[in-house]
């Protein structure tokens, strides 16, 4: 058999090429599912590369999905039907192809970790990062994450910044230091999943709040405080996950007034709000007494780096850090590090550049592809909200999408508390691994639509 062999472009990293050139040929029909690739060093030698710019190469292609390793057999090109979005919740037999349910960070325009860590080994502190920090983390890692802030339009001082483990562990630990079991805090009816299972995780009761296209609405919110004893708010600053609301400036003003005569600490969740390309107006910025902001680098740099930044009060800062020292210890100091690198080196900025306008053109292509439907979105977005018409419901739509290889999220995976389960989903344009790969679900999902099921009809 001919061995495969594939052309890489001269425009952009050999490695990146090959992994390219593995997805284009696996849906071209010119690799086959199963299909044995060369060793490295046989395609390094016919390519004239070296054996680890092909190493690199298959394991960029492993992390996206296309080729898997082997025993026996080396690197050999992944099944069709490989894995789905750990957010479906469909039939584990039968999973999806292309994933517009995980909202992530478009992998493809991270920064290169491979010379972030050439750098870094090259450093005569290096070891200082795989050994014990402060809880609060490391004062360079906290003057970075002051810098990050800045970006949300957020002025903190290094000394009221704190380094977490993400966006979810900064939640995790802000509800668990600020909140005790059975009390209340307030949150839009629909919201993020992961902060609903937290609360119910510490025994926190999430209060459904009435939402609007600016987020939570006030009077909503002044009702039930009086109604629940509600003592907290969660809520973000825009591009609200899932429903894209994003307050004015009044909308923020009245809520930051209620927080203030109803006493609520409020944590902000800024998760989506640098998809926008001028700073949003935050609750930190109005109430910065009371108001807890979460600054994560995971939809706007890396994912993966499990980093993120939470501005307090700064008489809550000791406490908050007994929170981090009882949950992790401590953020990583080498992912921290990592992060501060590439903030303080521009490289994060860039990489945000680059997100946004690849969000826009994302954007413009769902606008395309779904002309004629219902849906909520932001030129700048990273998901989308599709409202569904009669008779579809969101958990049929979500099964039905799935059987035909596309994987969205039924709105009853945001519903807080009671909320009845809205005829909606949420449909990443972020998760594809490239726009071609996304205009093929979202024309899945406009066919769907078109074939709106009659009543009566059965979902099978």
Known sequence: MTMWLPRLPDDRPKYLGLADAIEADLAGGRLAPGQRLP?????????????????????????????????????????AEGGGSPWWKGDPEMPANIDLGLVTGMYGLDPDLGAALRELAVRPDAQEFLRYQPSRGMARHREAGALWCSRFGVEARPDEVLVTAGGQHALLVLLSVLFRPGDRVAAGNLNYPGVISAASLLGIKLVPVAMDGEGVVPEALEEACAREGVRGLYCMPGAHNPTTATPTAARQQRLAELARSRNLLVIEDAAYALTAPQPLVTLAELAPERTFFVASVSKMVAGGLRVAFVASPPEQVERLSLGITGTTWMASPLCAEIAAAWIFGGVADATMRRKRAEAARRNELARRALAGARFSALGHGYFIWLELPEPWRAGDFERMAALRGVVVIAGDAFAVGQTPAPAAVRVSLSAARNRQELERGLGVLAGLLSEAPRPGRAIV
């Open 39 to 79: 060793t490295h060093r046989d395609l390094a030698d016919a390519l004239g590369v070296t054996v680890g710019t092909v190493t690199r190469g298959y394991a960029e292609a492993a992390r996206r999905g296309a080729v898997r390793g082997e025993v026996g057999r080396g690197t050999v090109v992944a099944p």
